[in-house]
C-alpha cells in the first residue's frame, strides 16, 4: 500500500518540476509544461486508487481539465497561431489556467490531508492544513496580481506574478517531497 503511494507522490512531484521549469531549445520545448500536467494526473490517479479518497478524484477532474487546456495552448504556440493578438483571449485563457491549477492542488492537498488523518498521522494533516491555507492565500494573490498587469500591461508586475508561481510551485514540490518521504520510513 505505502509503495502505491509514495509512487503517486514521485509522479506528482517530477510533474511539478516539469511544469516549472521548461526546458527549450530555440522554438522547441522538450519538456512541454502539459506533459507535467500529464504526470501530475498519472499521480493523482494512482493517489486515488490506493486510497478511494473522493478528493484525490476531484483533483483529477481539474488535471484532467487543466492538461487539455495547456496542451490546446502549447499545439497552438506551436503553430504559431497567436493568442496575443486578440488580448482579451489572452488574459481570460492564462487566468483559466491558473485558477483550474490553483483548484486541482487545493483538491490534491486536501485529499493529503484526508488520507493523513484517516492514517492516523494527524501531525502531518494538520502541519498541512496550514500550508494548504498559505498556499490559497499566495495563490490568490498571484491571479489578483496577475490580473491587474495583464489588464494594465505592467511588465514589471507581470514579472512579480512570474516569480510568485514559481515559489509556488517550488513551494508545492518540497510538500510533495514531504508527502513521498512518509511512505519511506
Do not use: Q
Not at 521549469?21 to 512541454?32: C, S, T, Y
Not at 492514517?119 to 498571484?142: C, H, P, Q, T, W
Request: proline share 1%; net charge negative; glycine share 4%.
Amino acid at each position: 500500500m505505502c509503495f502505491n503511494m509514495y509512487r503517486g507522490y514521485n509522479k506528482i512531484f517530477w510533474g511539478i518540476f516539469i511544469i516549472t521549469f521548461n526546458i527549450k531549445l530555440g522554438v522547441l520545448k522538450i519538456l512541454p509544461s502539459f506533459i507535467g500536467f500529464v504526470i501530475v494526473s498519472r499521480g493523482i490517479d494512482s493517489l486515488y486508487e490506493e486510497s478511494h479518497i473522493e478528493t484525490f478524484n476531484r483533483a483529477k477532474i481539474f488535471a484532467a481539465i487543466i492538461t487539455i487546456t495547456i496542451a490546446t495552448g502549447e499545439l497552438m504556440e506551436f503553430l504559431s497561431i497567436d493568442l496575443i493578438k486578440t488580448l482579451l483571449l489572452n488574459e481570460v485563457w492564462i487566468v483559466f489556467n491558473s485558477i483550474i491549477e490553483v483548484l486541482m492542488f487545493y483538491k490534491y492537498f486536501e485529499g493529503s490531508i484526508e488520507y493523513f488523518h484517516v492514517n492516523d498521522n494527524e501531525s502531518l494533516a494538520e502541519e498541512n492544513i496550514k500550508k494548504l491555507r498559505l498556499y490559497i492565500i499566495v495563490s490568490i494573490m498571484g491571479i489578483i496580481f496577475l490580473n491587474f498587469a495583464l489588464i494594465f500591461n505592467i511588465e514589471s508586475v507581470i514579472t512579480i506574478s512570474a516569480i510568485m508561481i514559481i515559489v509556488l510551485r517550488i513551494y508545492l514540490m518540497v510538500s510533495t517531497y514531504r508527502f513521498r518521504n512518509t511512505f519511506t520510513e
